[in-house]
């Protein structure tokens, strides 16, 4: 790190105790970052670094809710309003019994630059709660919803706060809360929450949008080594909204998808993952990927095992945070593995991304890869406010295009910055100074 910037992250580190991940995620930015410092004094007058580190707002509030046999539970929920400098805070909101402040405040601080990177009016922020969504029926997760949009509605609208999903959280979670919205405010403010059904002003392709958005970035990063997905084994982690979007996409490119995951095992099946069938048991049973096997008998379910252990060509981690450290990277190395896109916010820890760096693997950090989610989160919001509804293929053209942009944004940065092919330095830079930029010019706020 250079430095100038060593203060700043023991500061960091200092009024943020115990938030690991939120640690993790600056350190990674300000290791870039400090390659610009000497070509811009102006961010260091203004103290631009001191400031991107602090979020605006931070909302902590109490979820009461009553389960389905009467009982009182009591959650916590969060929204960390982190930068709006390009637009109003947008980021999705996480139910998972893992959330606190750390990982909140870690998504929140990777959201800012990747909204950057899309070249779209948007700020960044994250939400969510340590409720636990697994096994709740759809009564409970209503009333869970209800509760917490009755605090976090004062917060919110579409020019001020814009919530969508992450783990947890789809356009079931979307629908209730954006119902309880319109409840409480009595004003049908549809660009106030994205990822909502196409039924009440969702967009076409926001579902499948960061699966997507991920696979087309990967084909630009393969491109530019004279390589393509044809032909190439893929393993996926996670079986949620990204795993199943990227494995399709993945597979319409050419790639063969032969491993996905989730929080019990995974499941090979050389002769290709069957998306449709996971798309069942997930979407539609909420159900467990051991399940996979008596459906498709090519498929075997490996229990309590990581997937990064089944050779690939490239890997897609699509699940949680830090799931690739060092010794899944080396593992991945060993076997071949010569690409890796995160679908996932920041699932590769600093050593990960160290071993694939030495070993010369291609690799897409999460907040440009997967930035297509957010992107069409953005074209979401544009349709709403102009009462639109795009076609499904117009969405999906303009999601390529942004994807492709943002490949070559990350590509030329990173040779400017003189890392060619680094693709972490390239979207933190690149970020980083549309951010900086827009904090100058709007004065010391
Ligand atoms: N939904 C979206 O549009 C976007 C999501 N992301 C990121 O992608 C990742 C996946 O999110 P979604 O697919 O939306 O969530 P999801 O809830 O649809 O699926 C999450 C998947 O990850 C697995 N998982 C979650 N926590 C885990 C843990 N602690 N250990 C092992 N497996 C675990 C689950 O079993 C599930 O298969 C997250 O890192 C999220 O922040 C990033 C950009 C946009
Ligand atoms: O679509 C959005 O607003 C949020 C997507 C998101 O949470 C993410 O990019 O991590």
Redesign the pocket.
Same mark, same amino acid.
């Given at each position: 790190m250079h430095e100038t910037l060593e203060p700043v992250y023991d500061q960091v580190v200092g009024r943020n105790p115990g938030e690991v991940e939120f640690h993790q995620a600056v350190r990674e930015v300000l290791d870039s970052v400090g390659r610009v410092i000497g070509k811009h004094p102006e961010y260091a007058r203004a103290k631009i670094i001191e400031r991107i580190c602090e979020p605006e707002r931070q909302i902590t509030f109490r979820v009461a809710w009553q389960d389905d046999h009467g009982e009182v539970h009591i959650n916590r929920g969060f929204r960390i309003e982190f930068n709006s400098a390009l637009g109003p805070y947008k980021g999705?909101l996480r139910f998972?019994p893992?959330v606190y402040q750390g990982i909140v405040k870690f998504?929140g601080f990777e959201q800012v630059f990747k909204n950057a990177l899309t070249g779209l009016p948007i700020g960044g922020g994250k939400g969510g709660s340590d409720f636990d969504p697994k096994g709740r029926s759809d009564r409970e997760i209503m009333a869970f919803c209800q509760s917490f949009m009755t605090e976090l509605y004062r917060h919110l609208g579409e020019y001020t706060d814009v919530p969508a999903?992450?783990?947890?959280v789809?356009s079931r979670e979307i629908g209730y809360l954006f119902g309880q919205y319109k409840r409480i405010t009595n004003r049908y403010e549809s660009g106030v929450l994205t990822g909502k059904a196409e039924a009440f002003g969702g967009s076409h392709i926001r579902t499948e949008a =960061?699966g997507y958005g991920a696979a087309f970035f990967v084909r630009e990063m393969l491109a530019a080594r004279g390589e393509s997905f044809d032909g190439k084994r893929v393993i996926v982690s996670?079986?949620? @909204? +990204?795993?199943i979007y990227t494995m399709e996409k993945v597979q319409e490119l050419g790639g063969l998808v032969v491993a996905c995951s989730?929080?019990d095992g995974y499941v090979v099946d050389e002769s290709g993952i069957d998306v449709a069938l996971v798309k069942q048991l997930k979407e539609i049973e909420r159900g467990r990927l051991a399940e996979y096997p008596s459906r498709r008998p090519s498929g075997k379910h490996i229990a309590q095992r990581q997937v990064w252990e089944v050779p690939c060509d490239v890997a897609m981690p699509?699940? =949680?945070?830090n799931e690739i450290t060092g010794k899944e990277a080396q593992l991945l190395v060993r076997n071949g593995c010569i690409a890796v896109g995160e679908?996932? @916010?920041m699932p590769t820890t600093p050593e990960g991304i160290g071993v694939f760096r030495e070993a010369g693997v291609a690799f897409a950090p999460?907040k440009a890869a @997967?930035a297509g989610? +957010?992107a069409t989160s953005a074209l979401e919001m544009q349709q709403n406010a102009s009462r639109d509804s795009w076609s499904r293929e117009f969405t999906e053209q303009r999601l390529e295009q942004i994807m492709v942009g943002i490949h070559a944004r990350c590509y030329a940065t990173a040779e400017e910055y003189g890392v060619p092919g680094d693709y972490t330095v390239g979207a933190n830079i690149a970020g980083f100074i549309q951010v900086a930029d827009a904090m100058l010019a709007l004065g010391l706020v």
């Amino acid at each position: 790190m250079h430095e100038t910037l060593e203060p700043v992250y023991d500061q960091v580190v200092g009024r943020n105790p115990g938030e690991v991940e939120f640690h993790q995620a600056v350190r990674e930015v300000l290791d870039s970052v400090g390659r610009v410092i000497g070509k811009h004094p102006e961010y260091a007058r203004a103290k631009i670094i001191e400031r991107i580190c602090e979020p605006e707002r931070q909302i902590t509030f109490r979820v009461a809710w009553q389960d389905d046999h009467g009982e009182v539970h009591i959650n916590r929920g969060f929204r960390i309003e982190f930068n709006s400098a390009l637009g109003p805070y947008k980021g999705g909101l996480r139910f998972h019994p893992s959330v606190y402040q750390g990982i909140v405040k870690f998504l929140g601080f990777e959201q800012v630059f990747k909204n950057a990177l899309t070249g779209l009016p948007i700020g960044g922020g994250k939400g969510g709660s340590d409720f636990d969504p697994k096994g709740r029926s759809d009564r409970e997760i209503m009333a869970f919803c209800q509760s917490f949009m009755t605090e976090l509605y004062r917060h919110l609208g579409e020019y001020t706060d814009v919530p969508a999903g992450d783990i947890g959280v789809g356009s079931r979670e979307i629908g209730y809360l954006f119902g309880q919205y319109k409840r409480i405010t009595n004003r049908y403010e549809s660009g106030v929450l994205t990822g909502k059904a196409e039924a009440f002003g969702g967009s076409h392709i926001r579902t499948e949008a =960061t699966g997507y958005g991920a696979a087309f970035f990967v084909r630009e990063m393969l491109a530019a080594r004279g390589e393509s997905f044809d032909g190439k084994r893929v393993i996926v982690s996670g079986s949620g @909204n +990204v795993a199943i979007y990227t494995m399709e996409k993945v597979q319409e490119l050419g790639g063969l998808v032969v491993a996905c995951s989730d929080s019990d095992g995974y499941v090979v099946d050389e002769s290709g993952i069957d998306v449709a069938l996971v798309k069942q048991l997930k979407e539609i049973e909420r159900g467990r990927l051991a399940e996979y096997p008596s459906r498709r008998p090519s498929g075997k379910h490996i229990a309590q095992r990581q997937v990064w252990e089944v050779p690939c060509d490239v890997a897609m981690p699509s699940a =949680t945070q830090n799931e690739i450290t060092g010794k899944e990277a080396q593992l991945l190395v060993r076997n071949g593995c010569i690409a890796v896109g995160e679908g996932a @916010n920041m699932p590769t820890t600093p050593e990960g991304i160290g071993v694939f760096r030495e070993a010369g693997v291609a690799f897409a950090p999460g907040k440009a890869a @997967n930035a297509g989610g +957010v992107a069409t989160s953005a074209l979401e919001m544009q349709q709403n406010a102009s009462r639109d509804s795009w076609s499904r293929e117009f969405t999906e053209q303009r999601l390529e295009q942004i994807m492709v942009g943002i490949h070559a944004r990350c590509y030329a940065t990173a040779e400017e910055y003189g890392v060619p092919g680094d693709y972490t330095v390239g979207a933190n830079i690149a970020g980083f100074i549309q951010v900086a930029d827009a904090m100058l010019a709007l004065g010391l706020v």
